[in-house]
């Protein structure tokens, strides 16, 4: 199910990848919206593996790293290889996919190292079997890529796959260095081929792969074919026209998509998805749907809404914002700031932090400072565990979370590995705002209440999890009641050691 899911979403890069051709489109609007269809689909919101977008300046070997910049804008003209890895998350069960996307501009040698990388994958998963020896798959990395291998100016796919389970990257790893061993029945393997060069540009193939009883079962089937990751500026593209209207609190929306087809082809079908759940739109008129909703507190103030078009047995997506005009009725700010800092944590449990405020409708974190280390993912959360707002690990300073219903927020940092291999080395991030939003007030007021806040740093290999609550409740009677007891115990005390 989540390698299903992964292949939806990552099949439709192609689409949006396109329309690049004419669209704006950065790095961390891509992440976002193959994040979004996941998600919607039916990935947990703690994804497998942070989405990663890689072109040709930004290629790091062995797994590649991606600037997520909002102002790095895909330009099909100097950047003929995008390559993008994702994996969604179900009930648990991860999984690792990867496809690289070629350009009309990518080079004669490009599309033959891309042919190369193909041809050897498909290879090593045609030998997959109960009883086949690793040496023996890894014999056929070596046939395939021996070109290239060859070359001093080339780094190969040396580990070449690898276990995948509750993390997405687990024992055994492999290359030709495994100990011996042979493929058993129910593994679950990502089969990665990949090849670098020194010149700066990047190919990656992988698949999550079931060892059956008769072979192999390919989990994901996002397409790979050569035709098929060719972009091409005449290439079929679908594009969707949305606008949104009386998006506030207590108000209806109103949602107008028109879908285009370069192809003309008939639209069989329009959902619309709004951050909680798709529904089917109602026909207007030409390719043109309306749907109508109230915005309460199911509903968060910034969501990604998105259109899913069915045309002759394909999906298409195309993402959007819907930001509702909400005020706060009253603010409380934190002093000291809360500060949270973790250093060379290595954990197979994410971290967490609750801020929570009595009687809120909603709050909001304003992040003075987020630094997540590259490829975990930085969570905000509702109480039900719904992601409100997700933050890419390089979009420092002075980062505004949407509003989060209800009176509890919860900051998650999922570590990128999660497994023995590694985990946080550094995060940091700052806290100044707790906010309320009251639809029955009618007045901004001030407080002169106490403000809790905290500090927390955990450090040093072994620590399994962190987690913090900060919270601002106003006075407690049974806090006072049971700090009044045990004042009088304190007393007495003290009272019978003088005697």
Request: glycine letters at 6%; a negative charge; proline letters at 4%.
């Amino acid at each position: 199910m989540a390698a299903s899911i992964t292949s939806l979403a990552l099949s439709d890069v192609r689409n949006q990848l396109v329309l690049a051709y004419n669209n704006s489109l950065t790095q961390l609007n891509l992440t976002n919206h193959i994040d979004a269809v996941m998600r919607a689909e039916g990935s947990d919101g703690a994804l497998s593996y942070p989405t990663v977008v890689m072109a040709r300046d930004e290629a790091d070997w062995p797994y590649g790293k991606s600037n997520d910049d909002a102002g790095h804008i895909v330009n099909p003209a100097v950047e003929p290889i995008q390559t993008v890895r994702a994996g969604a998350r179900v009930n648990g069960q991860c999984c690792d996919v990867s496809r690289t996307y070629l350009y009309e501009s990518a080079t004669q040698e490009m599309i033959d190292a891309y042919s190369a990388v193909l041809d050897t994958e498909l290879a090593v998963i045609a030998e997959m079997a109960p009883g086949v020896l690793v040496s023996h798959l890894d014999g056929v990395v070596q046939s395939g890529l021996a070109s290239y291998i060859a070359r001093p100016d080339v780094t190969y796919s040396y580990f070449w796959g690898h276990a995948i389970g509750e993390f997405t990257i687990m024992e055994p790893l492999l290359s030709n260095e495994t100990e011996p061993m042979s493929l058993t029945e129910d593994m679950i393997l990502g089969i990665q081929i990949y090849l670098y060069f020194e010149a700066g540009w990047f190919l990656r193939l992988e698949d999550t792969c079931l060892v059956t009883a008769t072979g192999v079962d390919v989990l994901s089937d996002a397409p790979k074919a050569l035709d098929d990751i060719m972009l091409l500026q005449n290439s079929t593209s679908v594009d969707v026209s949305t606008e949104f209207s009386s998006y506030a609190y207590d108000s209806a929306v109103t949602v107008n998509a028109t879908v285009f087809d370069s192809d003309k082809r008939t639209i069989d079908e329009v959902f619309y998805f709004d951050g909680s759940s798709w529904s089917a739109m109602v026909e207007e008129g030409a390719n043109e749907f309306t749907r109508q909703y109230v915005l309460d507190h199911s509903f968060p103030s910034h969501v990604t809404s998105l259109v899913r078009a069915g045309i002759q047995g394909e999906f298409y997506y195309i993402s959007s914002l819907l930001t509702a005009d909400l005020t706060p009725t009253y603010e409380e700010v934190l002093d000291p700031i809360v500060e949270v800092v973790i250093e060379g944590v290595t954990t197979q449990d994410r971290m967490t932090w609750i801020f929570s405020m009595m009687g809120a409708d909603m709050i909001q974190l304003h992040f003075l400072k987020v630094y997540p280390p590259p490829g975990d993912q930085f969570l905000v959360k509702d109480i039900n565990g719904n992601v409100i707002a997700e933050y890419k690990w390089n979009l420092g300073a002075e980062a505004m979370a949407p509003w989060v219903p209800g009176n509890v927020a919860i900051v998650e940092v999922v570590p990128q590995w999660m497994s023995v291999y590694g985990g946080v080395n550094h995060f940091y991030f700052e806290v100044d705002v707790l906010g309320i939003y009251d639809p029955e007030a009618t007045t901004t007021t001030g407080t002169s209440s106490e403000t809790t806040s905290s500090s927390l740093t955990t450090s040093g290999p072994g620590t399994s999890s962190t987690e913090g609550t900060y919270s601002y409740q106003g006075p407690d009677p049974l806090l006072l009641t049971g700090l009044g007891a045990a004042a009088l115990v304190v007393i007495a005390a003290f009272l019978r050691k003088k005697r």
